[in-house]
């Protein structure tokens, strides 16, 4: 059996796939591992043709799109592995990837997941991503976006792992449950990771394991009106998951700022009409959404307000 399993989603991004494969294939522990690869039905070129170029990759092909959640579970749960690293498709990694987030999440009983120290492809000097975190008015953030990659040099704690680049212990997903496939696209990390921490696991950032990402591969430019409209449907789907009712109540002010800033910024961006659609998809979503949370969950709730509200002022400092 293999000791990790890499799972690649993939839509209409077999160009970038290539790329992706040829470096995972240079990867220390390459021979111990298994690749899946699950196709969101590609129309872009020939996908069996470009997995056939590597030995030990696994084609996964649907019938059709069923967005990120739904592709990631699939390769998940056809993983052999004790562990699973997502990645994304529009990247390439380091040559030992692959062995230091195993030897990251093998040595941490308690551990969901580890996120690798994303950087930008035609920039490698710069973060893309250093770990995911959330705050108090409902905004996800990656740690040090556009900073300088030397100053993000030690192992930390994270809210959540950007999936796009991390492993994760694969029984845990059996306990708490897979990626939301009411997630088409975007925030499905940062639920999990919440979920997680809800039941008493911790995520981590590895900088040791280096990704390097082109970004928006497949939805394209930062901002657009359907990676808009899905954030901010999915932005209020995580409030009412993950945080009990007392908790709603009690951050409702801050939540509803966070809307209407978020409102402005995007209408100041010539978006402001997919962000409204987004909230009114977003309201959709939540009703009838129900989570049972056990005195545990209640408790683990309490103290992640606070990393809440830290996180405004880690946003606020710029990290």
């Known amino acids: 059996m293999s000791k990790v399993s890499v799972v690649i989603p993939n839509y209409n991004g077999t160009e ?12 220390t522990m390459y021979d111990e591992s298994e690749v899946i690869v699950v196709d969101n039905a590609s129309t872009d070129a020939d996908v069996e043709e470009a997995v056939a170029s590597f030995t030990g990759v696994r084609l996964i092909k649907r019938k059709d799109n069923g967005g990120f959640s739904v592709a990631v579970n699939e390769g998940i749960k056809a993983a052999e592995s004790e562990y699973v690293i997502l990645l994304n498709n529009d990247t390439t990694v380091s040559v030992n990837f692959i062995e230091s987030l195993y030897l990251s999440i093998s040595q941490k009983p308690v551990c969901f997941s580890v996120q690798s120290k994303m950087v930008s492809f035609k920039e490698p000097e710069i973060i893309d991503d250093a770990g995911d975190y959330y705050d108090i008015f409902g905004w996800a953030y990656a740690l040090g976006k556009g900073k300088n990659a030397s100053a993000f040099t030690k192992e930390r704690k ?80 995580i409030i009412r998951k993950n945080q009990p009712l007392w908790q709603r109540i009690l951050l409702f002010p801050s939540h509803f700022t966070g809307v209407v800033v978020k409102q402005l ?7 402001g009409g997919a962000y409204h659609e987004g909230i009114k998809n977003g309201l959709k979503l939540c009703r009838g959404t129900k989570t049972k949370f056990t005195q545990n969950m209640q408790k683990k709730a309490f103290l992640i307000g606070f990393e809440l509200l830290w996180g405004v002022f880690r946003r606020l400092q710029k990290m």
């Open 16 to 27: 970038y796939l290539k790329e992706c494969l040829a470096s995972l294939s240079k990867c």
């Open 158 to 237: 994270i809210f959540a792992s950007c999936a796009g680049a991390a492993v994760y212990r694969k029984r845990i997903f059996e306990e708490i449950g897979y990626f939301d496939e009411k997630h088409f696209a975007y925030l499905e990390d940062i639920d999990i990771g919440y979920r997680a921490r809800l039941y008493g696991y911790e995520n981590f950032f590895d900088p040791d394991a280096v990704c390097f990402h082109y970004g928006s591969a497949s939805s394209g430019s930062r901002y657009n009106e359907f990676k808009i409209r899905l954030a901010a449907a999915n932005s209020l789907y």
């Open 265 to 271: 910024f995007f209408t100041m961006k010539g978006f």
